[in-house]
């Protein structure tokens, strides 16, 4: 158990709707990672939060945002869905900076219909 | 912008043989390179890493990988391969503090022969 808590484990949804990701991190890490893994692209790096700010951004769509709250859950919100964006969407956390761990959750997987 | 580069999207080695997983990267600054190890319909979890210092970097389950500057490697190696290493493996790259996402390779899947 890497500490790392994502829910849900599975979302089934329909082209052009809307969903909430959710993970807590690791208890007393204050960074957190998204990734997508899809098996065209691979893994790849969404965005990183640290502490409540936004810290760096990746391969993002304008139609996903993210979010870290003051108790350090983050949420990545998907919009408008399409059926290219079913993926397993992965959570990472770390303590921040350089070098460091990053633990990852089980993910949630997301089929678009 | 870094890099990676996993050689080999499929490895199959007897049980008992030794693993050998590649691994090249590019980066224009010194890089931190990670193996982590995905198990079906699991998360990713950190075989081992190197930051800095000794060359030769010993992880979980009997890994180790050697740090290569001069040839920008990071390998993975196991002596004898158990049952239970099957699985899909990622070499990853991450810099320094403002640009600490990790860029993955494409990945190796291992296969076991009994």
């Known amino acids: 158990d890497s500490g790392v808590t994502q829910t849900p484990k599975h979302l089934i949804t329909a082209t052009g709707q809307r969903v909430t990701l959710r993970c807590s991190p690791r208890?007393?890490?204050?960074?957190v990672y998204w990734y997508q893994q899809s098996l065209d692209q691979g893994l790849q790096f969404l965005i990183q939060?640290?502490?409540?700010?936004?810290?760096a951004k990746g391969n993002i769509l304008e139609r996903f945002s993210a979010q870290q709250f003051p108790d350090l859950h983050s949420e990545l919100n998907l919009s408008s869905l399409e059926l290219g964006d079913s993926a397993l969407y992965f959570c990472?956390?770390?303590?921040?900076?350089?070098?460091?761990?990053?633990?990852f959750g089980a993910g949630t997987r997301l089929s678009v219909l | 912008a870094q890099s990676v580069t996993q050689l080999g999207s499929h490895v199959s080695v007897s049980e008992g043989a030794l693993v050998l997983l590649r691994c090249n990267y590019s980066?224009?600054?010194?890089?931190?390179l990670f193996w982590y190890v995905q198990y079906p319909n699991q998360g990713l979890q950190l075989l081992l890493k190197?930051?800095?210092?000794?060359?030769l970097v010993k992880g979980i389950n009997g890994f180790e990988a050697e740090f290569k500057k001069s040839e920008t490697s990071f390998h993975l190696t196991k002596p004898s391969a158990h049952m239970s290493d099957a699985a899909e493996y990622f070499c990853?790259?991450?810099?320094?503090?403002?640009?600490?996402?990790?860029?993955f390779g494409t990945g190796t899947r291992l296969t076991i022969i009994p």
């Open positions: 939060y640290y502490n409540g700010e936004e810290r």
């Open positions: 190197y930051t800095t210092g000794a060359t």
């Open positions: 990472a956390s770390s303590v921040g900076g350089g070098g460091n761990i990053q633990y």
């Open positions: 980066s224009s600054v010194p890089p931190y």
């Open positions: 208890s007393g890490d204050l960074s």
């Open positions: 990853a790259v991450s810099l320094n503090f403002g640009n600490e996402k990790l860029t």
